[in-house]
């Protein structure tokens, strides 16, 4: 039989050129296609995280696959040899090993991820930050208010004579605060491209900053089951250039002219009438 320091060294042989290959497939063939894309600061910020955790990932879980791997293949018994083999009272090197580099792991992702949420993107996160954002971004921000409600999205624009409709459009290159509250239950606002997520709760209004630099069309779902017909409240949204959108914005208020007269007052939450309907 062989040492095992044999097989150990062949496993670490495997394990290092294993990972190489699989973190630069992971970097140049699966992250050009990793979510949410690259049309947002916000989203590509996402999805360079994403192939981050993917790199590191990979590596551990191809030391598990070749250590079962090697386990299964070597250190079996064979024959009629039915005993146990000797008690393993443990490894003090291998556990410090193992404590030490999973929990600088972790810290590295911490650290990663609260950079990534402030300093890239100078607090436009793409996610809900409550009424009072820790870090606003410089710039004058198109205010676009999100209403959740069974089972529908709707939007309503500010400074267009707050004008409501079941289109989501937003102009390329310009910063938008979204203001995502809700009538009934909480659901979740989730642009998925635009790499934007905030919860809409009732009489809350949660703060999400994402400035779109790509023409495209980007799906809405709801993240947050709400009830019966959960999975169908989804719908799409439209980035457009400056001139498409100030045509479409007049062209929404005038049409819905009439409906806007009996809407409550532009407000960052309402509450329904009758109160508590959904409960």
């Keep these: 039989?062989?040492?095992?320091?044999?097989?150990?060294?062949?496993?670490?042989?495997?394990?290092?050129?294993?990972?190489?290959?699989?973190?630069?497939?992971?970097?140049?063939?699966?992250?050009?296609?990793?979510?949410?894309?690259?049309?947002?600061?916000?989203?590509?910020?996402?999805?360079?995280?994403?192939?981050?955790?993917?790199?590191?990932?990979?590596?551990?879980?191809?030391?598990?696959?070749?250590?079962?791997a090697v386990a299964l293949t070597t250190f079996r018994q064979r024959g009629d040899q039915l005993e146990d083999g000797p008690p393993l009272i443990g490894n003090a090197r291998v556990q410090a090993t193992w404590v030490a580099g999973t929990t600088l792991i972790v810290l590295f992702l911490?650290?990663?991820?609260?950079?990534?949420?402030i300093e890239p993107a100078k607090g436009a996160a793409g996610g809900g930050q409550g009424s009072d954002p820790l870090v606003t971004p410089a710039g004058k921000a198109l205010r676009v208010q999100v209403i959740g409600q069974q089972w529908a999205w709707t939007f309503r624009?500010?400074?267009?004579?707050?004008?409501?409709?079941?289109?989501?459009?937003?102009?390329?290159?310009?910063?938008?605060?979204?203001?995502?509250?809700?009538?009934?239950?909480?659901?979740?606002?989730?642009?998925?491209?635009?790499?934007?997520?905030?919860?809409?709760?009732?009489?809350?209004?949660n703060v999400a900053f994402?400035?779109?630099h790509k023409l495209e069309t980007f799906s809405i779902?709801?993240?947050?089951?709400?009830?019966?017909?959960?999975?169908?409240?989804?719908?799409?949204?439209?980035?457009?250039d400056a001139s498409a959108f100030s045509a479409w914005a007049q062209s929404e208020?005038?049409?819905?002219?009439?409906?806007?007269?009996?809407?409550p007052t532009y407000a960052h939450t309402y509450y329904p009438d009758p109160p508590r309907r959904a409960g």
């Excluded at 390329?172 to 509250?181: A, G, K, N, P, Q």
């Excluded at 993240?223 to 169908?232: D, I, P």
């Excluded at 208020?253 to 809407?263: D, I, M």
Aim: glycine fraction near 8%; hydrophobic fraction near 50%; charge should be negative.
């Design 253 to 263: 208020k005038a049409a819905t002219a009439l409906a806007t007269r009996v809407l």
């Design 1 to 68: 039989m062989r040492d095992p320091s044999t097989h150990l060294r062949r496993a670490a042989v495997a394990w290092a050129v294993l990972s190489v290959l699989g973190v630069l497939g992971v970097v140049l063939l699966l992250g050009p296609h990793m979510p949410p894309g690259r049309g947002t600061v916000e989203a590509s910020e996402q999805t360079t995280a994403n192939i981050l955790i993917a790199s590191i990932m990979l590596p551990i879980a191809i030391a598990l696959w070749l250590f079962f």
């Design 110 to 117: 911490a650290a990663f991820g609260t950079y990534t949420l």
């Design 157 to 205: 624009y500010p400074a267009y004579g707050g004008f409501e409709t079941t289109h989501l459009v937003l102009p390329v290159d310009r910063l938008v605060e979204f203001h995502v509250t809700a009538l009934d239950v909480v659901h979740s606002f989730w642009a998925y491209e635009l790499g934007v997520k905030a919860d809409a709760v009732p009489g809350a209004d």
């Design 210 to 212: 994402v400035t779109p």
């Design 221 to 240: 779902r709801c993240a947050e089951v709400c009830g019966l017909w959960h999975g169908y409240m989804s719908t799409h949204g439209e980035v457009v």
